[in-house]
């Protein structure tokens, strides 16, 4: 048997003796009451009056119900009325009234008495209990007349026995019925077979915010409305479809219930079945209300949260394909065209590695709101990466979508993001690909607009870049696009790796300049190891070299800092800078934050850069590389020889060392032409008091060769080959 059956039982039940007892009740009250008026209607006595003591005998042995008076104490009472105490009269007169009630009423009638004979408000009819000396219980109604009795005020009262002992136990069975219903956690209405409301329980009156006497006799369909909680829709009465049908009606998990009193709706589960009367008829209907508000609630929080960016509100990656499969589909069967836009924030990491992550998280958060406002309310904009958001522009014209493409990068170029005492600018790259009828996969798709992105990204910063399959470039740059994908992915996962080659000193600078210079390696997704010759291009090409370079410088920091790197006193490491990177205004102040986060002293870094990335940042170099000279890092010009005009920029630099570029190491002992370059940059570096660092050594013979010319520092495969970097033990 079901909740609802077990609850339409008690509700009927509860129902048809309380009806048919209530009516037997009210009939013999109604008849003592006024089989008591005309006796006191007869002998003239008034609602408070001072009869004879003699009336007051007559009067109590005439009524056929048990009477008794009583003013502090009992002092009258006819036989009938002593017979229900279980004692003689004379027992009980001179006690209180409290004494012979069951003890859960004698603080009820000890506070009646007490109000009515000093005059206060307090009820003139109630229900107690009586226990006589057998322990027997009798329930009773009992009602007070107040009058004066021999110069006091007095109660009279009449007591109606309700139905004899066997209707109490009923009343008691009824009584265990209406607080099983009133404990239920959900809320239960019944009805009459007319729909209209006859019995709810305490938990219907919550849920719908008014109680049983206001709704009372009022229709189902009067007191709420219920509405389809997805499209607001009104649906039918179910409990006038239930009488109507006979059978159960459940609205299952999509219903709502609306109260007309605050308006205030509650999520509900409903479910309305029909009461068989003694004949089979139809008798009325019992509605069974399950609030499901909170859980619904929480559902929807959770279908929100699976399905949105938690940083930005935009939708997630999930959820966008779905709606961007939703819309090829749609686009298959030629009833609408879309564009699809990819777009990757350039100089985000900038941000991030400058002022941290909080800085980073309120610029997204910014920039989604600007991208939000450049798109129409029908379209989608999704993050789905760590700087990189989507458009789904549905059915909009590939004309119009640039458009608004152009606007969101304008808008993002004008963006100024403020955080402390900082300001950014940033820019976007945009790719865009039409989705039609001849669209394939929605990972092709996807596939298109990144890699219309990435060329965009190519073509510089802020550049918008509509994919075409017929685009030979966009073909031809495929296999840099995979790396730049990896590389991205990189940065993101922390796939990078650190790597250190050791650099000897001859013995008259052995105790001071570099040790070893860091390396960086990428791991695949095997795990395998993949040089920088693979990658390095590509992040060259698509301006990637100022994050990767961020990333080895603090990393690197971050292991001397914490002892994974030993260097002896005096010693130091060598970090590559990229050209990219020098001409990054901002990376200055991030490699002072790196130093200051680490703890690490200026003077344990050495910073080595290209002569022709000098050449191509001049002034940034400048800046660069004064600052942190005077802060005490040193600075290395690496791969000196390999360009024009090295010696005219020499002057105007804090350099301390010299390398010289590997092209002119190989085979030293033996090449003169080799022999005499190194002679004369060795020469050069004396005259401006630089140190000179060999790199590339391979052999033993130019190891040696090295030695004899002067040169101060030797790096090469003849010495040891890089190896990972090992946490400190």
Request: aromatic residues 6%; contains cysteine.
């Amino acid at each position: 048997m079901t909740v609802i059956e077990v609850a339409a039982l008690i509700a009927l039940a509860l129902a048809g003796a309380a009806a048919a007892d209530a009516w037997r009740s009210r009939r013999r009250v109604r008849a003592a009451e006024e089989n008591l008026e005309a006796e006191v209607a007869r002998l003239a006595v008034p609602r408070v009056v001072a009869p004879t003591e003699g009336s007051f005998h007559v009067l109590v042995d005439a009524v056929h119900e048990a009477v008794l008076i009583h003013a502090e104490r009992i002092l009258l009472i006819n036989p009938r009325f002593a017979t229900l105490f279980g004692h003689p009269p004379a027992e009980i007169i001179g006690r209180h009234l409290a004494e012979f009630v069951a003890p859960d009423y004698a603080e009820l009638v000890s506070d009646n008495v007490r109000r009515r004979l000093a005059g206060e408000p307090a009820a003139e009819r109630y229900e107690i209990e009586l226990t006589d000396e057998h322990g027997q219980v009798t329930r009773l109604e009992l009602a007070g007349t107040l009058l004066k009795y021999r110069g006091a005020n007095a109660i009279l009262f009449t007591a109606i026995e309700m139905v004899g002992r066997a209707a109490h136990g009923a009343e008691l069975v009824r009584g265990r019925a209406q607080a099983t219903l009133d404990s239920l956690g959900d809320g239960l209405v019944t009805t009459d077979s007319y729909g209209r409301i006859d019995f709810v329980n305490r938990a219907a009156e919550q849920l719908l915010g008014q109680s049983l006497a206001e709704i009372q006799g009022r229709q189902f369909g009067e007191v709420v409305t219920v509405v389809d909680e997805a499209d607001r829709r009104a649906l039918t009465d179910p409990v006038r479809q239930s009488l109507t049908s006979g059978v159960k009606v459940s609205l299952g998990r999509r219903a709502v219930v609306l109260t007309r009193g605050d308006g205030a709706e509650r999520s509900i589960e409903l479910s309305a079945a029909p009461l068989a009367g003694e004949q089979g008829e139809t008798a009325g209907a019992v509605v069974l209300l399950h609030d499901v508000t909170e859980l619904r609630g929480i559902a929807r929080q959770m279908s929100y949260q699976a399905s949105h960016d938690a940083l930005t509100g935009l939708v997630n990656r999930r959820e966008f394909e779905r709606r961007l499969q939703d819309s090829l589909e749609l686009a298959r069967s030629g009833a609408q065209t879309h564009v699809l836009c990819y777009l990757d924030l350039d100089r985000f990491k900038t941000v991030n590695d400058t002022s941290g992550h909080m800085a980073g998280d309120n610029m997204l958060r910014e920039v989604a709101a600007l991208v939000k406002d450049a798109v129409r309310d029908s379209d989608t904009v999704a993050r789905i990466g760590g700087d990189e958001f989507a458009m789904l522009l549905v059915g909009c014209p590939l004309e119009k979508a640039i458009q608004i493409a152009e606007d969101v990068s304008t808008a993002i170029r004008d963006y100024r993001f403020v955080w402390k005492d900082k300001i950014f600018a940033i820019g976007v790259s945009i790719g865009l690909v039409e989705i039609g009828r001849e669209s394939s996969s929605m990972e092709d798709v996807m596939s298109a607009a990144d890699s219309a992105c990435y060329v965009a990204k190519s073509r510089g910063q802020g550049q918008v870049h509509v994919y075409s399959a017929r685009d030979e470039a966009v073909a031809r740059q495929r296999g840099e696009i995979h790396w730049l994908q990896r590389l991205q992915h990189a940065l993101r996962d922390n796939r990078f790796v650190l790597y250190t080659q050791p650099i000897v000193a001859a013995p008259a600078t052995a105790d001071r300049g570099p040790a070893l210079e860091i390396l960086v390696r990428l791991l695949g997704d095997d795990g395998a190891v993949i040089a920088p010759g693979e990658f390095l291009k590509a992040a060259e090409r698509y301006r990637l070299m100022s994050l990767v370079d961020r990333w080895v410088v603090q990393a690197a920091l971050a292991a001397l800092g914490r002892g994974a790197i030993k260097l002896a006193s005096g010693r130091s490491i060598a970090i590559n800078i990229s050209g990219q990177t020098l001409g990054d205004a901002q990376f200055l102040e991030f490699v002072v934050e790196c130093l200051d986060r680490t703890g690490v002293s200026p003077g344990q870094v050495c910073f080595e850069v290209t002569e022709a990335s000098v050449v191509a940042n001049l002034e940034h170099a400048r800046r660069f590389i004064g600052v942190l000279h005077g802060m005490g890092c040193t600075f290395a010009l690496d791969d000196f020889g390999s360009g024009l005009g090295s010696f005219a920029n020499l002057k105007t630099l804090a350099m301390d060392f010299l390398k010289i570029d590997g092209l002119y190491m190989r085979n030293l002992a033996r090449d003169s032409v080799n022999q005499a370059m190194v002679s004369a940059m060795i020469k050069l570096a004396r005259t401006l008091d630089f140190k000179v660092i060999g790199e590339q050594v391979e052999d033993a013979a130019s190891l040696d060769a090295a030695r004899r010319m002067g040169i101060d520092y030797m790096q090469g495969y003849v010495i040891a080959r890089p190896e990972p970097l090992q946490p400190a033990a």
